[in-house]
């Protein structure tokens, strides 16, 4: 399979880097802006913090510009939002509701060791 798949692997990469990076700034926008559904009704000053980062990072991540900073960044977010806000509520992912916090800060630990590769916005601007 690796000979058949492997030389596209640098466009998989990049369609996993924008895809992650569109659906972090989803999470971000529904916190900061209500938008594409309505988040929580009040946010605390932590909630709004993680909002900003969740926005920010992830379009950094989505469109390849510092997308190792961003995302090393996410990572550490959402493994701060696994131990704070799942961890308490039972000993496994699978249990506390925190699979989403956990494939996210790993994703985003790869992407940050990966940096923005193919179809960034760093690439773009290294060719000039």
């Known amino acids: 399979m690796e000979r058949f798949l492997g ?33 929580p009704p009040h946010l605390t ?32 977010e959402m493994a701060v939002a696994y131990f704070k806000q799942h961890a308490p509520h039972g000993a496994f992912p699978i249990m506390n509701g925190g699979e989403l916090a956990v494939l996210n800060c790993f994703l985003f630990l790869y992407i940050a060791s990966q940096g ?3 179809w960034s916005l760093e690439r773009l601007f290294k060719r000039k």
């Open 7 to 39: 030389k596209y692997s640098p466009y998989f990469y990049a369609i996993v880097r924008i895809i992650a990076g569109l659906m972090f700034a989803m999470h971000g926008s529904q916190k900061l802006l209500g938008w594409p559904v309505a988040g």
């Open 45 to 76: 000053g932590l909630l709004q913090v993680a909002g900003v980062i969740e926005l920010v990072c992830g379009l950094l991540i989505a469109f390849g510009l510092f997308a190792s900073y961003a995302a090393f960044l996410a990572s550490g």
């Open 116 to 118: 923005s590769g193919s």
